[in-house]
C-alpha cells in the first residue's frame, strides 16, 4: 500500500476506541523506505507496538566492501542501530498521551557488538531491515492518531534519514568501525595458527568505571606485556600490533590482592565478543569457545557425569549421573566443567575468588588428617594436566593464595600493581622446596556425554510465554532459569534469544532419543541457516534478539529445572 492510504486510515480511526489500532496493519511505501505495522498494541498502557523499516541496500548506498563479510556487516549493522539509537532517544516521548503513548525506542547496544534482530543487513542485497517499538498515542484509552501521524511521517523519516543513509554519515568513522571488526576477527584467527588461547594487547585498558558500567574506567594503568610473552601481528588495518600471548596449556595469574588478576580474568572472558572502539578491550581477543568456570551452590543437576571430580559420596549417589535440586559449591563447579566439555569448550577460565576451595586444592596437613578414601573429591588441580593433555582444553586460573598450582602451570604470571610479569622460572624454582604430597591419581579417562533430553509437556501448549528478567533470569511458563553465574552473557537481549531457543529446542527437536549435544547441535545448525526468524516462528520477528554462543545454549538447558534426561 502507499503511505497516503495509512494516512487515510490514521483519519478514518481517530478518536475511535484504541483497539482500532489494529487497522494500521501492513506494509506501507515511503518515498525513501518500507514501513511495516507488524503487530499492534492490545491498549496503551501494554507492551508497544512493533514497527519495521525496510530500506533498499541501493538506496541506503553503502558500499559492498562495508557488509560483504559476515564480520564486517556485523560492526555495520551495530553501528547503524547505534546512530539510529541516538537520534530516536531525540523525539521519543515527542508525542504525546496516556501510558506509552509517543515511546519510540530500539535496542541498546552495550561496549560489544553483537549480531541482534533489531537491525539486520540482507548479504545478498545489502538491504537494511530496522526492527523498533512504537507507543501508539492515545488520550485515555481513544485513538490519538494525529500524534502517530507525526511519529510515523515526521520524526521517523527523519531518523531513517540521518541513521540510515551513507551520505548521510561520517565515512571515516564506519570505515574505522567495521574495519576493527576485520581485525578482531583477524586476532581470533591468528590465535589458532600461534598455539594461543588469547591476545591481550599493549595499551589496553582492562579495568571498567565501575561493578555496574562496562565502560572503561578512566585513569586506569594500560596493559604492557611481559617481553617473554610478547607476540607481534600485522592486523590487515591497524598494521603492527604487540601484546601478550597466552600460550595453549595451564596458565597460572597470581599477585597480591587488589593488583589486578581479576580484572585481566574478566577482560579475557569478555574477549569472546568483539569490542567498540573506545572500549580499551578492542585488541583483548580469547579463543571463541572459553567458559567461565564458578561455583554456583543451589543449582540443579541433571545426570552430569562428574566422576572425574567426585565419587564414593556418602549418600551413595551415582555421580556418573549426578543428579540434584540444590547442588553444593564443589558438586556445582563439577558440573559446570563437565557441562563445558560437553558444550566444546577449548578453554576453561577460573578465578579462585568464586571458586569453591575444595575443588580446587586439598593441603597436605588436610590430606594427611582425612584421608583420601574419606574424600570424594578428586580436587581440579589433579586434573588439570589431563584435561589439557587427553582434552586439549587449556586453563587460565587466577590464585592468590594456594601455591599449589605453580606444580602445575606452564606458564606463570604476576600482575604487579596492574603490570603483568612473568616469573615461571622464579616460582618453578621455589616450589621445589614445596613438593606436592606424592599421591598417584589415575587418569579419569572417558567423560560420559551421552544424555539424551526427555520430552517436556509444559510446551505441548502453543502459547508458550518468555519473559526475561534483565540479565538475571529467564521465565518459561514461569519456570524461572536462573543464568546469573553464567558470567558470559552480557546483554539481556541474549537472554530473550534463550528463551525462544529452548522453546525452540523442545517444540521441535526434543524427542527422548537425542542427545544434549545433538539437539545443541541442531539448534545451532538452524541458528547459522537462518537465524532466529527459523527459530521464532510466527508472523513476525522480536526485535530484541542478540546473538549467543552454543557454550551459553548449553548453560540456559542444563539450568532448566524441569530438565530431564
Ligand atoms: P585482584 O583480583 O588482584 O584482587 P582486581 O582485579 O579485583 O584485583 O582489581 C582491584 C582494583 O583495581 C579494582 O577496583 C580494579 O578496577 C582496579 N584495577 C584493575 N586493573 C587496573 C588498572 N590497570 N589500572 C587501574 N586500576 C585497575
Ligand atoms: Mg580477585
Redesign the pocket.
Known sequence: MKHTELRDILHRIDHKGYPAYKDTRGRYEFPEFTLSIDHVQGDPFASPSKVSVLLSGKRAGFPEDLWKETCRRIALQDYLLRQFGRRIEKVSFKAKGSGKSGLMSVSRPGQEVLSRSACEINKDSGDILLRMEVGFPANGRTVNSRELEKILFEFLPECVKGALFYKALPAKEIADWVNLASDQQYIREQLKELGLTAFVADNAI???ESGVSGKP?GQ??P?HSPKSLEVTMELPFKGTIKGMGIKKGITLIV??????????LKALEAGVYNHIPGDGREYVITDDTAVKLRAEDGRSIQKVDISMFIHNLPNGKDTKAFITEDASGSTSQAANVVEAMEAGAGVFLIDE?TSATNFMIRDELMQRVVHRDAEPIVPFIDRVEELYRNFGISTIL?A?SSGSYFHKADCILQ?DK?EPVEITEFAKEQAKQFPLPSTSIAEHGQVNFTRKVLRDKSFLDDRVKIKTMGRDSISVNREIIDVRYVEQLVDSEQLSALGYLLKYAYTNLVDGKKTMQQVVDMLCEQLEKGGMANICGGSYLPCNFAMVRRQEIFACMNRYRKLKV
Open positions: 582492562l579495568p571498567r574506567l586506569a594503568v596493559f599477585g597480591g590482592g587488589y593488583h589486578g588478576k581479576s580484572t585481566l575468588d587466577v592468590g600482575m596492574y
